[in-house]
């Protein structure tokens, strides 16, 4: 069932005090969604909670990487309101550097945040979604860096191509139930990362880095241009969410057999189904 628009439909958004997913929720709001929202930031995300008012049905701050706060969050959800319609995997934290100058705190932060906190909450909110049986869409957001190898980003990557390796599973196998499933790829986005971001073995203050980041800034759009762009990839059931074109262009030269590669990965996953 393809979800055509948010209005009464019961939206979890992670990540959602800033950025990205702060973004997303206002938009949500604005389209009408029932919000569930959390973010590991507890200001900034009673501060999202005001701007989208009585939208938001339930918030909790909690590390999407501790499973036991995303499972007993989940509870409470369930438990309130029952099954979700859309759930968005937004949260995320970056770092950048070559495999020399890599923390190994670094390495385990992206996975721990950007790849086992989707899979978290997707263990805790898709089989309620598949057993209610009215459909739905999972948002998961990945990066430019989970499709073309970028420099430097081999510890950020890592997590990004793992997220997108199981949101192109799921598209296939989410498709039986009715649940469809967007993998969202921004390019540069100016949200705090930006500043924040790590770079190990690096000096922020360096003029080349400074000239980098602000080519990198003048590229960048805002989180409200992703934000539209993946209310509108829900709208239209589409998997690959681009908010930039330079990024679409790229991923096309490594993609250019796509239509009988997912023809037949849709085959084999009908097969494979047969089996339960």
């Known amino acids: 069932m393809t979800i055509t ?3 009464g439909k019961k939206t979890f958004i992670t990540g959602a005090g800033s950025g990205i997913g702060r973004a997303t929720a206002l938009a949500a709001a604005n389209e009408g969604a029932e919000l569930y929202l959390t973010d590991i930031n507890e200001a900034s995300l009673k501060d999202t ?3 989208v008012g009585n939208a938001a049905a339930m918030s909790q701050a909690f590390d999407v990487s501790d499973y036991d706060a995303v499972t007993a969050f989940a509870t409470e959800v369930h438990d309130a309101a029952g099954s979700l319609d859309v759930v968005m995997n937004i949260a995320g934290v970056s770092a950048w550097g070559t495999v020399e100058n890599l923390e190994h705190r670094q390495w385990k932060s992206m996975v721990d945040v950007n790849l ?3 899979i978290h909450v997707m263990e805790n909110f898709l089989p309620p ?3 209610a049986g009215r459909g739905g869409h999972l948002v998961n957001v990945s990066s430019a860096a989970g499709l073309i190898p970028l420099p430097w980003h081999a510890a950020y990557s890592a997590s990004k191509y793992g997220l997108r390796g199981a949101s192109e599973v799921l598209r296939y196998d989410m498709k039986r139930h009715g649940i469809g499933v967007s993998l969202v790829v921004p390019g540069g986005v100016k949200t705090g990362l930006v500043d924040t971001v790590e770079i190990a073995g690096v000096d922020r203050d360096d003029p080349r ?4 980041q602000h080519r990198f800034e003048k590229r960048a759009v805002t989180p409200d241009k992703v934000a539209e762009a993946i209310l509108k990839g829900i709208y239209k059931n589409r998997y690959l969410v681009y908010s930039s074109n330079d990024i679409r262009f790229g991923y096309w030269w490594a993609r250019k057999f796509a239509p009988p590669y997912e023809f037949v990965l849709q085959k084999a996953n009908d097969q494979f189904s047969k089996l339960l």
């Open 5 to 7: 628009n948010l209005r």
């Open 129 to 131: 979604m598949i057993h």
């Open 49 to 51: 909670v005001a701007a």
């Open 116 to 118: 086992m906190g989707p």
């Open 209 to 212: 880095v400074k000239k980098l």
